[in-house]
């Protein structure tokens, strides 16, 4: 989710769990709050966009897959404040439900990768807190996986 910086009220957030033959789809963050982590794949959700619509858009610019998108799953709260403890970033994230239709993966949009990744990959990669807890409450992972998770 790029940009947002200091804003004047929160932001709402939308992504979408994509499974795939015993994969999840991920992307490493390549802007801020979350830049070089790997999280669901998502994005701002525009004026006049459903959730579904902001889901699938998103998955497409991100990652080049086109998707289904289904009803919520998951909702959090990115919230980061600077030194001063002023707020740097606010977003309020719904994770949608999604199917796989189509396409191949490929980094885009502000995504630094984007790939498939096992449950046994996970342990290798830099994961924000948000997206272990969702695989967890999903059962993707055990909800006791011990990765290298250290972003909100």
């Not at 033959?21 to 006049?48: D, H, K, M, S, T």
């Not at 999604?98 to 980094?107: F, I, K, L, P, Q």
């Amino acid at each position: 989710m790029a940009g947002g910086e200091y804003p004047d009220h929160p932001r709402v957030g939308v992504g979408a769990v994509v499974l795939r033959e015993g994969c999840v789809l991920l992307v490493q963050r390549g802007a801020a709050p979350a830049r070089e982590f790997w999280a669901i794949p998502g994005g701002r959700l525009r004026l006049g966009e459903t959730l579904q619509e902001g889901a699938e858009r998103e998955i497409r610019e991100e990652t080049g897959i086109v998707i289904c998108a289904g009803e919520p799953i998951f909702t959090c709260d990115s919230l980061m404040r600077d030194e001063e403890g002023r707020v740097r970033f606010h977003y309020v994230i719904v994770d949608m439900a999604a199917d796989y239709v189509s396409g191949e993966v490929r980094a885009a949009d502000d995504a630094l990768d984007a790939r498939w990744v096992s449950p046994a990959e996970l342990r290798y990669l830099t994961v924000t807190k948000s997206t272990l807890k969702l695989l967890g409450q999903i059962g993707f992972i055990s909800p006791f996986f011990s990765g290298n998770e250290v972003m909100p």
